[in-house]
């Protein structure tokens, strides 16, 4: 029987039980996904404590993806260059850290519109914190030729350029640029919390008329129409919502801990059906 989990605080609201067990019940394996809710006071005598439990696998959200890196006893080279884990596999009692966050992104674009992102295409990401990051990350390895990053603060996004390496094919900009020649992008990616629930009124940016043929697309997932895509489908964007990224990075981790391989389609129209429920 495996053991699967989740680490964070607070995880009540979290949508990665029914991603699992849906997961497990594809995969016909007997199994558990269960939520550890730690208390930022009381994280390293309660990490030690989960040890001992011999989970096989679990993920890690918010606020942990770093502190967790300390009690590794390996890291994948992709996390340890993003400096952040959500995945972490039991192998032979050895914790090993993953980060399924950008490449999970990239996966959900490509399965969505196949074909569509070229080495010639031209990224924006909307936003410097930790998805952003592990999202750009994702890009520069998948060869995209472009890949700008607007923020709030140009500091942070010109720091997460310099540390990755990605000068030749970025130019950090300010939210203001950004808004002003959004029309030259193919894809469009938002990562801030703005626009987020209960703050659904607001969105990053004021969008142009004409967007017919880019993706616009928000990793924000409640609400699933976030002002943003909103406005984007409104222009004539192709729209590309935060569940789909939900589902694949947790794909992702399913097949580091289990090394099977689920069709995420099945599975997508479902997860749509739930979060529209909720
Ligand atoms: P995550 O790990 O989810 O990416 P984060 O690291 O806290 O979260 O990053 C939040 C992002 O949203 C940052 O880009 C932040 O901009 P700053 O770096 O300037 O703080 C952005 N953000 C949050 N609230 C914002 C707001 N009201 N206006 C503009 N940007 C905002």
Redesign the pocket.
Known sequence: MLRLGLIGYPIAHSLSPWIHERLLNDQQLDGSYELFEIDPGHFDEQIIELKEQKLDGFNVT?PYKERIMDYLDDIDEGARFLGAVNTVKAENGKWVGYNTDGIGYVASIEDRFPQYLKDTSKVLIL??????RGIYYAFLRNQISKVDLA???VA?AEKIIEELNGENFSTPLS?EQAESQIDQYDLVVQ????GMSPNDQQS?VKLKPELKGAIFSDIVYRPKMTKFLQEAKQHGANIHFGYEMLLHQAVYAFRIWTNTNPETKKIMNDFESKLEGE
């Open positions: 918010v936003g410097s914190g930790g998805a952003a923020n709030r603060t942070k939210t990562t801030t919390s703005v990053i």
